[in-house]
């Protein structure tokens, strides 16, 4: 049996409804941490809260409308921000932004926390929050991170599956990643590379 790599610690994972969120939200809590999901649909958010059994909690939100942004921000202190939701607009990544802004202060009281942001494809935007988030917070034990997915051609010739991408996304969260912070890991097959 493995030992715990997140126990006691709350993890948020925004579209944790999601195959890849759900995935993600199963392997933190058998690393040892307190769930919360967050999705649109409420009998989406039941049927992930029923999966993962007790210590998950669901809350409803839009990530494109901020006040629904600080409403989720404001239920509990989040250790680790999983920031699954896809960044397909303006506002996802308003909200992605003001979610970090809300939370990271909670993080910096308690002595650190991880960010991990799930970009698909275009990574500009995250890459550039990546780093200068990790700039920002690193001195207070805040590491950030990007895992970038994608469902191009690549050189393996095959379409990953969500546990692989969520290995690597709990791999970041957890403290076997304790000196990686502002890193773009590419979980794409090598994509990026042909």
């Not at 791999?171 to 304790?178: D, K, T, V």
């Amino acid at each position: 049996m493995s030992t715990p790599n997140v126990p006691g610690r709350t993890a948020l994972v925004t579209d944790g409804t999601s195959e890849l969120g759900r995935v993600t939200a199963r392997l933190l809590k058998h690393d040892g941490a307190q769930l919360i999901v967050s999705g649109r649909e409420s009998r989406a958010g039941r049927s992930a809260v029923n999966e993962l059994g007790p210590g998950a909690r669901f809350i409803a939100v839009d990530l494109g409308d901020l006040a629904s942004v600080d409403h989720l921000a404001r239920q509990m202190p989040v250790d680790i921000l999983v920031n699954n939701a896809d960044v397909a607009d303006v506002d996802t990544l308003a909200g992605m932004y003001f979610l970090v802004a809300a939370v990271a202060p909670g993080m910096i009281r308690r002595g650190g926390g991880t960010i991990v942001n799930v970009a698909s494809g275009t990574t500009g935007a995250v890459a550039a929050l990546t780093r200068t988030w990790a700039t920002e917070f690193g001195s207070a034990g805040i590491r950030v991170n990007t895992v970038v997915t994608t469902s191009r051609p690549n050189a393996l010739g095959r379409v990953g599956k969500p546990a692989e991408i969520a290995e690597a996304i709990t791999f970041l969260a957890s403290g076997r990643a304790s000196f990686i912070t502002g890193a773009m890991l590419h979980v794409d097959g090598g994509a990026s590379i042909v």
